[in-house]
């Protein structure tokens, strides 16, 4: 049996594991990433790391990457990474770790992996044009197009963070760090007590401040969602990060907004849904485009 070692390299943990050829994971497991202390160097040492220790339990046929930063997938280089991963602009990644280990590797932006693994085994499955978008320490988009990335002209195709929407960049105004940080300013609870899991709980509690945050940040999803909408006309709009596990709550709170900016006969045609894959989305897409690439 074929297996191949994944990744999923974000801001905050690296997640890696052994996957087989049917797409099922054999194991998994996650370390720090260190972005800030250690930029993208560090990223590349813990990475070998790894490989070298998997190669010595399995036969890898391939490395497949999903990585946080704007990818240049042809040459699985990074373009462009924010400054919470310092020093990772630049990295051909792809060429270090097929020099060093004489494997193939594939490199991807990691909500383009997210949106491949919704297309094959998830809530897009079989959509003609699904929107990926996914909220977490910022906010990331991808735009698959009978399960091929659209990735524009320069490899910049749907960073829809950068949106200018009213106050600011999208990212700047709907990402869970900003819920988080607002709840802990008006809560006078210090950042490091706050989490979004205890901000919906106060507000799911009936504490008025955090219902106004998460209404309000809501409201902003779906006016950003919307300017998306009306660019690509999406079939189905999958939307994953942590802040997802709350989609009971939320979920409806997006969908109402997003029927606000919406033209009606646009928004009845297009389906909001919550991922599938969870966790998994990065590493799981990683291989499929490491599939799409070897086997067409």
């Known amino acids: ?34 972005a800030t202390q250690y930029g993208g160097a560090g990223i590349l040492r813990k990475v070998n790391s790894i490989v070298e220790e998997y190669l010595r339990d399995y036969h890898l046929k391939g490395i497949c990457i999903s990585t946080a930063g704007m990818v240049d997938s042809e040459k699985g280089k990074i373009l462009y990474s924010a400054p919470l991963i310092p020093d990772y602009t630049g990295t051909p990644i792809k060429e270090i770790l097929e020099k060093k280990f004489c494997l193939p590797c ?15 085994a998830g809530a897009a499955k079989g959509s003609s044009i699904s929107l990926c978008i996914t909220v977490g320490t910022g906010i990331g988009g991808a735009v698959l197009i009978n399960g091929q990335i659209f990735h524009g002209f320069c490899g910049g195709g749907c960073e829809i963070g950068y949106l200018h929407l009213p106050g600011g960049e999208f990212q700047n105004l709907a990402s869970t760090s900003v819920m988080v940080r607002r709840a802990s300013t008006c809560k006078k609870v210090p950042i490091e007590l706050m989490n979004g899991v205890s901000l919906f709980d106060m507000a799911k509690r009936g504490d008025v401040d955090c219902i106004h945050i998460v209404d309000e940040v ?30 009971e709550y939320f979920g409806t709170r997006i969908q109402n907004s997003l029927n606000r900016y919406l033209l009606p006969y646009i928004a009845n045609n297009t389906k909001l849904v919550c991922v599938e894959n969870g966790n998994y989305a990065g590493m799981l897409g990683a291989f499929y485009f490491f599939m799409q690439k070897y086997l067409g």
């Open 1 to 34: 049996m074929d297996t191949y070692l994944c990744f999923d390299i974000g801001g905050t943990f690296i997640k890696y594991g052994v996957i087989s050829e049917n797409g099922t994971f054999l194991t998994t497991d996650k370390l720090p990433t260190e």
């Open 106 to 120: 594939e490199v991807e932006n990691d909500v383009n992996c997210a949106a491949l693994a919704e297309y094959y």
């Open 218 to 247: 809501a409201d902003i999803l779906g006016m950003g969602i919307a300017n998306a909408c009306y660019i690509v006309n999406p079939e189905i709009v999958v939307l994953g990060g942590g802040i997802m596990a709350e989609w």
